[in-house]
Structure formats: C-alpha cells, structure tokens
C-alpha cells in the first residue's frame, strides 16, 4: 500500500518535472525561434510581426476551442475590437504603444463578455452559426460607422508615439517585431499558467463532459464566460499590435474570413496546444507568403494541397504530429481530443 | 521549423544571387489582386504593364526595367504593408506601383518617405490618398471625378428628380455625395437616397421604392461584379425600363468584362466614365492590341488596365528623369505637369494634386456589328479634375 503510495507520488513529481522542463523548452525555443527570425529575415520584419499579430489571434481562439469546447467561427470580432480602440485611442491623442496594447486588451476582453454571453446561451452548431452572425454584425457596424472607423476606407492618419520615447515604428519595422515578440511572449507565459490552473483544469473538464462536471456541482457558464474574456484580451491584444505596426486599420480585421483563416492555422497547428496554435500559423502564413511569392496568380492551390495533406497525415494536427514523434516529452494532461 | 528557415534562407540568397548579376536593373514593384474574387482586375494590371514594356520597350537609358508582382487579394492593409516593406527592404524597388483597395494605398503612404520610393496608384479611387504623402502620383480616377458630371447631364435630359440607390460602403457613398452635389447645383433634386447593404441579393424592394418614388431616373453605384449584374436584372424585370425611368451610373458598373454578362438587358444604360475599350483612336487601338494579347482575350480587358499603362508611362518618365538614381521627390517632381496622350484621351498630371486630369465621356451601352454590347461614347466632358479634393 505504502509502496503504490510512493511510486504514484514520485510518477506525479517526475510528472512536474517534465511539465517545466516540457515548458521552459518550449519558452526557449520560441524565443530561439523569434530571434532567429530577426536575424535570419531583417527585410522581412513586417511579415512576421502580421505572423505575430495573427499568433495572438489564434491562441486565443484555441482557448475558447481547444480549451473550451466552444466553436467558433467569429473571433475576429474580438481582434477587431482591439484594433479599432486601439487606432481610436490613437487618433485622438493616447499615443504611447503600451498603453494602446492596454487599450486594445480591455476593448477586447469588453467584446468578448458581450459575444459570450449571448453565444454561451446555445451549444453546439447554434453556436457556431451564433458567431458567424456576431462577426458579421460587428463588420456591418464598423461599416456603418464610417465616421468613428473610416468604413471601407480604412482607419488611417495615426501613428504612435516611439517605443519608451526612442524606439520608431518604422519603414525596416524592427521595433514593431520586437514589441510584438515580447508581448507574445509574455502573453504566452501568462496563458500557460492560466491553462495549467485549476481554472484551466476546469475548462478542459467542461469540454470533455459539462454535465458531469455541472452535476459535481460547478457553474459552468460563469467559468467559461470567463475564458471568453481572458480570449478577448488576448485577441484584442493582437489587433491591437496590428493597428499599432500598420498604422492601418481596415474591414477586414473584423471579416469572418480573418476567423475562418485563423481557426485553420489553429487546425493545421493542433488544438488544444499553445504550442499547435503557434506552431500552425508560423506554417500557414509563412507558406502562404513563400508560394504567393513565387507565383503570385496561382499560389491557392499550393495552400489547399498542404491543407489536404496535413489533414490526411496528421489528423491532431502538426503539434499531434510532434507529440508522436517525440512520445517522452509528451504532455500528462492527456487534453488532447 | 528552423529547417525550413535555413531553407528559405538558402533559397533566399540563391534568388539574391541571380539578381545581382545583372548589374544596372530598375525595379518596379507591383501590388495588387492577382488571385481570388478579384483576380481579373489584378490581371488587368499585369496586362496593362506588360502592354506598356512591349511597346516601350523594357529598358529606359539603358537601364533595365524588371516587375517584381505581389499577391494582395482582398482589402488588407497589414499585408498591403508587408509586401510594400518587403519590395523595398528586400527586393530593393525603386518603385511601386499598383493598388486597387484605398485601405491598402493608405497603410503603404507612411512609408514612402523614408523608403525614398514614389508610389503610383494604378487604381485606389478615394479622394483623400493624394494628401497622405507628397509622394503618391494616381493614374487611375476617383469616384468624384468620373460621377460628377452626370448631374448636369441628367438635367440637360430632362430629368429633375432622382431616387439614388449605392451600396453601403466608401466608394458607393462617395458616388451618392458626387452625384447629388452636381445634381442639385444643376437644378435637379434628389427626391431619396437609399442604402443597400453590400450582400443584398434580391433588388426587387429597392425597385419598388424607386417606383413608389415617382423619380424620372435612378443613379446607382454597386461594385462591379455580381451584384451590379443582379440589380441591372432586376431594374429590366420589374419593368421600370419599360416605364420610362433611365438607369444613370459611373462606369465602374459597365465595366467591359461584365458586358457579355449583363447582356441585352444592358442596352440603352448610360454611365460616365474616363474610359472605355472602344474609345477611337490610334493610340488606343495599339493599346487594345497589346494589352488584350497580354489579358489574354479581349473580353477579359476592363478599365485597371490602362491605369496600369498610363502608371507604367509614369514610372517610365520618372526614371528617365532620375537617370536611374533613387530619388523619390525628384522623381515625382519630374512628372508634376506632365502631359501626354493616353490611351483614353489626353490627360496631365496635376502639378498641385498629382492626380490625373482627364476627359470624362458620357457612355451609352449600345449593340456592336457583331452583335456584342459595347460602351458607345457619346458625349465629352474634357479636362476633369478631381472635384473630391480640397481646391487649394
């Protein structure tokens, strides 16, 4: 009895200690592969803070998919919303890039209580019907509202104030990357404890089963009302360092094909992964980029066919694909679908 | 991952490698719609610039010209500043040129300062790019321009009341602002102004309102494409032709690769616009040729293209005047002024907005020889500002 005892704790010690290991690798080689990305692509900087702009989208969408259960078809209502306060702040005087990134993490978190009060109300295809229909009355009102967003046209004629007062949003855009890697960054870390959290826990449990786990006796509409919230600043975030690195904030931040792009990075990456989410839109968007470079007129199809074939030869997506290759450092959590 | 980089990298420095060998090459970059919905005005671009070179040749004082093209299918000014940032970083173009989206043209204009590139504006209509940066240079046309001359022709027809029905987004609101300023300054009224939002599908109500109006006339403005082909349909079946009441709109809507579509029930639709594909002239007869062998049919030729050719003359001249040095003011001031006979007419830039001045016809859509549909020019408004900018 005592030896069962002691064998489970040391399983749930080494258990740990792979997590932090698993972690502090990971950490590592996100910021290894940040850095490689400086110094490897210096003309390419503008892309890859899009890349990033976009990663913070995506993990935000794998918190409420992924994590939650919850499908979703309308994020970018969310990264909309942090783009638009954020430019808005901007043109009427709040300049300071870290402010604006506070900015755009409230307006989104404020847009992601409102989209999931109404969406948790409906489950399943309802819901994800639910949030197409939010995503595209958010583009219909920052449409409409031609005089506060600048409608088709474009939110244009800000720009923020340099980075601690010395740092420019520039042509080479290297501030911008820099900005945005150390804000994916920090972003990350927080989310990895926020999904290790019995919080975390808890969304995950509500995904695999919601009526045993309201039946345990937890409210389950609260817990994920408020994952939808640390979503939405996430998203929010991530329009945000859109607005700020282009100085531009258009329709199509707001689009229902922005979500849809963006839930098939997540797919492509892996739900239910910070990793897969990361992992699937540096692949998605940097693919794109390479082949819509090398032949401009036909490059869709070369998309389709790696869609394909990653659906085919990795189910789980390309961080399932990983976890295979590399059993020992798989996760315990045992979250994966 | 890094795998993949390296790779790049490799494939990278290779494609860097073949370039530098030839030693004096000018590059131009161009942006645009080269694939999904839009394609067939990205590739409208395309033929336009390659109508320009094969005719021009491909070199200017002995420089070579190379075209480096960028995919930017829809309206997104992220990427649109990507790409531009990229052309200039990396490629190293001494240009850019392109655009159709205002979203797009407005996210690339604070870079053109510092990347010492003049960009010209093959398409993107709205007025107010132009003040973004003294860099920008248009070929193309604003939406004010090519619409407000419609108003006075409307009351030379005897038409004095109007129902205006655009689509709910910049250019149609644009369009609706245009027409009823020089409607009402020639004496007409806007009797209503609707509306429509941009997915409407089923035009039959709008119909009805424009009916119920007891207007001599309506003026429309839809993006091309689909919905403009819907709405035609449902102006001819709900029979407001047949009573008598005209269809007045800018060109955008009879554009020629949407002819064929449209159909007979085109027919007798009058627009204003700076240019159509049967406009009769010699230099627009070597144009048409070039161009549409380049598009690949002449069905497929519309109005981007000659903002293209028009653009690439633009580019030319600048870096004849430049000599090859990249100096952006220079470049642009070379061509304040400029004037030149164009496939549309003869048409300058503005030496104040450095947007194209250029004649403005008055179109109705009329019955080939050969049985097509086509924009048949009747009258000419000659030497049209853009009336959507701020007169200094």
Redesign the interface.
């Known amino acids: 009895m005592q030896a069962i005892a002691k064998s489970r704790q040391a399983a749930t010690v080494s258990g740990g200690n792979t997590h932090l290991l698993r972690d502090g690798l990971g950490l590592l080689l996100i910021i290894a592969a940040g850095a490689a990305g400086y110094w490897l692509f210096p003309d390419n900087l503008a892309l890859l803070t899009r890349v990033i702009a976009v990663a913070l989208l995506v993990l935000s969408i794998d918190l409420i998919v992924g994590y939650c259960g919850v499908a979703t078809l309308g994020q970018a209502t969310l990264y909309g919303a942090g783009a638009y306060a954020a430019g808005m702040a901007c043109l009427r005087g709040v300049t300071e890039p870290m402010t604006l990134i506070v900015i755009g993490a409230a307006a989104g978190a404020m847009a992601g209580l409102v989209m999931g009060t109404i969406m948790l109300r409906a489950h399943g295809l309802a819901q994800l019907v639910l949030s197409i229909a939010i995503v595209q009355l958010a583009h219909e009102a920052a449409n409409k509202a031609s005089a506060y967003t600048g409608g088709s046209d474009g939110l244009a004629g800000f720009s923020p104030s340099p980075l601690f007062g010395t740092f420019e949003f520039d042509l080479w855009g290297r501030t911008a990357y820099l900005f945005g890697l150390a804000l994916l960054v920090l972003v990350f870390i927080l989310l990895k404890f926020v999904v290790a959290s019995p919080f975390g826990m808890l969304c995950r449990g509500i995904k695999e089963d919601p009526v045993r786990i309201r039946s345990m006796g937890a409210f389950v509409f609260p817990v994920l009302l408020k994952m939808f919230i640390i979503s939405g600043a996430v998203a929010g975030m991530g329009g945000a360092l859109a607005a700020i690195s282009t100085q531009v904030v258009g329709l199509d931040s707001v689009s229902f094909e922005l979500s849809a792009n963006s839930l098939v990075m997540l797919v492509l990456g892996g739900l239910g992964s910070l990793y897969g989410a990361l992992i699937g839109t540096v692949i998605f968007m940097g693919f794109e980029h390479f082949v819509s470079a090398i032949n401009p007129f036909h490059w869709m199809t070369m998309v389709g066919a790696l869609l394909i074939a990653v659906v085919l030869v990795a189910p789980g997506g390309l961080s399932g694909l990983i976890d295979r290759a590399l059993p020992g450092m798989r996760d315990k959590g045992g979250q994966r679908p | 991952?890094?795998g993949?980089?390296l790779l790049?990298?490799a494939i990278g420095a290779l494609l860097a490698g073949s370039v530098a060998a030839s030693a004096d090459t000018i590059k131009v970059g161009i942006i645009g719609p080269?694939?999904?919905p839009f394609?067939l005005q990205g590739?409208n671009f395309q033929a336009g610039v390659e109508a320009y070179m094969a005719l021009n040749g491909k070199s200017v004082k002995g420089h070579d010209i190379e075209v480096i093209?960028?995919?930017l299918p829809?309206?997104?000014?992220?990427?649109s500043?990507?790409l531009a940032?990229?052309l200039?970083?990396?490629d190293k173009v001494q240009y850019l040129g392109g655009v159709y989206f205002?979203?797009?043209a407005?996210?690339i204009t604070?870079?053109l300062t510092?990347?010492n590139t003049p960009l010209v504006i093959f398409n993107a209509a709205?007025s107010?790019i132009m003040t973004?940066s003294p860099l920008v240079v248009r070929t193309s046309f604003t939406t004010a321009q090519t619409t407000t001359p419609l108003g006075k022709i409307a009351v030379e027809r005897g038409i004095k009341k109007v129902i205006t029905a655009v689509s709910?987004?910049?250019?149609g609101?644009d369009a609706e602002v245009a027409f009823k300023k020089a409607f009402e300054a020639a004496g007409g009224q806007v009797v209503e102004s609707v509306r429509m939002?941009?997915n409407t599908n089923d035009f039959s109500p709008i119909m009805q309102r424009v009916r119920d109006s007891k207007a001599d006339a309506v003026f429309a403005f839809l993006p091309s494409g689909p919905t403009t082909l819907g709405f035609v349909k449902a102006y001819n079946e709900t029979g407001l032709k047949q009573a008598g009441i005209k269809f007045l709109a800018p060109g955008d809507l009879t554009q020629e690769s949407d002819l064929p579509a449209l159909g007979d029930g085109a027919l007798g639709l009058l627009t204003t616009f700076h240019y159509a594909v049967s406009h009769d002239s010699p230099e627009n007869k070597k144009f048409v040729e070039a161009a549409a062998k380049a598009v690949g049919g002449i069905d497929q030729l519309s109005f981007p293209a000659v903002g293209a050719f028009d653009g690439m003359h633009v580019i030319y001249k600048m870096i004849e005047a430049t000599d090859g040095k990249q100096d952006a003011q220079k470049a642009v001031n070379a061509v304040k002024g400029l004037a030149w006979t164009s496939p549309r007419g003869p048409v300058s830039i503005d030496s104040e907005t450095r947007h194209i001045t250029e004649n403005i016809y008055l179109r109705e859509v009329a019955k080939g020889a050969d049985g097509k549909t086509y924009n048949k020019e009747i009258q000419t408004f000659p030497n049209q500002k853009d009336p959507g900018l701020p007169t200094p």
């Open positions: 991952m890094s993949r980089k790049c990298a080269f694939s999904g394609a590739k093209y960028r995919d829809a309206a997104n000014p992220q990427q500043r990507a940032q990229e200039v970083v990396k205002t979203p797009d407005m996210a604070p870079l510092q990347a709205t107010a973004q709910d987004y910049g250019p609101i939002p941009l």
